[in-house]
């Protein structure tokens, strides 16, 4: 195996980790694989193929050619295979050909980022060929240039909110466009998780509605990363069977991937004294600057564009001490570069111009860089997927190379360092998305009958009886008006604008400076209470204003430019009550429900917090309370079971809370969700249940899917939480394992050696 470049990177790196710290808890060299090629395909104009191989393309590999084949044959695919493994050959190859052999046909690209949309149609124009007219709508495209795309383009590259805004609610003027549709390109499948993937699933319904309206029949093609079952993933995304295509032919150099935890620090206390591990930002800058030190081309992804920038920064400061003319070989990357700024930068890291790179998960998508020395990967990313994208960018063909994971405080990071199977062997985590949630439904389906009018036969993609239920509601809500023939939307203006198909509903607030009147961005109804309350700092594009000013009302939150030393952290009470008990499993003395719930939550006050943890002091608020209504998965405990584990009453209420707050850092294990994304609530009685209950509930109207998918999985999520909690070498609780960086009530009582008797007792009756 060719590792030895990445062990003697990794050897480098522990050089410089004092001798009382062992931060190192897992090395592994993952195989070379070799390139397995395969032939053109018959049918492939030599043209095409030309186009290729002028690129320095000489053959495809199997892959490729597996899921064109399918493609040309008109079958729905979804290609599920690594990093930089060519899945945009494997489309090209058969959308070009169709090209070229049919004069008329025309095809659809859609990328969750005008960036990578951008990127693919500059790919598609590189190859030179003649009669593509490839063009992009989106957004930027100016208004007298798209007569011309609707008139002439064959192939229109595009995102999912320009297809709802602006081609789907006018299709009339697509019609010729429509009627020769032959493929949509569904690129970074996995792209679309949660309300956002809801969102799309059903607009991809819309979307081949209309086709066949037309006369088309479409054959979609799903790229992704790696998930487990993506044929049923892209198949409930793009509302058609989709054949899966994951047997990966790319060649990939041999890696060495390290596990990698950060020391517990004696000098630094946290929330309630807890202790603190130094930050995966400040440890990933030093082990950046041992290797630029060493000459290796360094990716280092960090969570936050801040601290992105901020790793740069350490790293520039710590090389200037060593050799100031490495310090200007490293840089910072974020989103919303321009794409020369992204070429140059794929440019000077390819020469070795750039020897290090801080950058935020923006360089994850659409960026051809593959093939450096070393990807160091700050905090889990999320999703598996997002990992081994991440991962991906390193791997040299005929030389090893290094990936270090480096853990976050947190219950989900500590379960991986010390789990390395769970994240070296496991099959990546399911896409989850629910397209049947009613309130993401109901808009859609007013948007899909004022294209056109609904009738029972377009039902089924759409959920059949469920459809036909919330269609029910829209007419007597007064939004539809059904007649003989179907549903139709009556009103003159469309539905289309009031639907935020990247938000959870409603109507979004608007965060504003005051003095410029600049519209800064957006923050979800739902949580603009806890982040953009009178007094919260608010960060935006890594510039910090507090605010001033919250009407709820008016959709408005006014705010001023200041950046004080401290953060603010909402306090809340949160009450949550069972509405519909919808599956309840029974073991001896414990039951696990997956139900609807309504969650009250009120923020009744602010902490003002110093960067050290300290607390300035608590500011009182004078918001509303908010309800809402979603799905959530819970467990309930006999009290006698408590006391034969030996949890007295007066513990219980905080080893219930600590075994949740866990629960919901591992969560994303098994779904793909993020933390923030759920809630949770523990009560030591719970009125609806009548005993000890532990909800954790999506934190979308509706839901996303998040609570079913922990409900199905419990037994497993429920044995990491346990691992996770009992993983973590501090004594009583720190960020690593039951607290929660999100808790409302200041993570208190939290009972650390409680809550692994807790899930102890769930996991004992239900496996
Ligand atoms: N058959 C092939 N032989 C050699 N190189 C290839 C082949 N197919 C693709 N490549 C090269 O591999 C690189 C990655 O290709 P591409 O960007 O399509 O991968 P991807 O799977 O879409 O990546 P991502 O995971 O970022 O979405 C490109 O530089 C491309 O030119």
Redesign the pocket.
Known sequence: MRTERGRQLLSRVLAGVPANENPLTHVEDLPERL?Q?AEWPDWAPAQVVGAFRA???????TH?VEAAEHIWNSRHVVLS?????????SYQLPVLSSFATDRRCTALYLAPTKALGADQLR?VRDLDLPDVRASSFDGDTPMEERDWVRAHARWVFTNPDMIHRGILPSHARWAQFFRRLKYIVV??AHAYRGVFGSHVALLLRRLRRVARHYGSDPTFIA?S?TVSDPSVSATRLCGVECVAVTEDG?PRGARTVALWEPPLMDELKGENGAPVRRSAGAETARILTDLVVEGARTLAFVRSRRGAELTALSARHALSQVDTTLAGRVAAYRAGFLPEERRALEKSLASGELLGVASTNALE????I?GLDAVVVAGYPGTLASFW?QA?RAGRAGDGSLVVFVARDDPLDTYLVHNPSAMLHRPIEATVLDPLNPYVLAPHLACAAAELPLKDKDLPPFGGDTAREVLQDLVNDGVLRKRPAGWYWTSRDRPHAGVDIRGSGGEQIMVVEADTGRMLGTVDPGSACATVHPGAVYLHQGTSYVVDELDLDAGLALVHAEDPEWTTQPRDVVDISVLKTLTKQDFDGVTVCLGDVAVTSQVVAYLRRLPSGEVIDQVPLDLPERTLETRAVWYTIAEDLLREAGIERAQTGGALHAAEHAAIGLLPLLATCDRWDIGGVSTAMHPDTGEATVFVHDGHPGGAGFADRGFQSIADWLTATRLAIDSCECQAGCPSCVQSPKCGNGNEPLDKAGAIRVLDIVLKAIT
């Not at 295979?81 to 050959?89: F, I, V």
């Not at 998508?365 to 051809?368: E, P």
């Open positions: 390139p090629y690129r320095g393309l000489e053959k495809p590999w490729q295979t690594g990093t930089a493994s060519g899945k945009s050959l790919a690129d970074e790229a990363a790319s998508l659409g960026v051809d593959a994208q991906g």
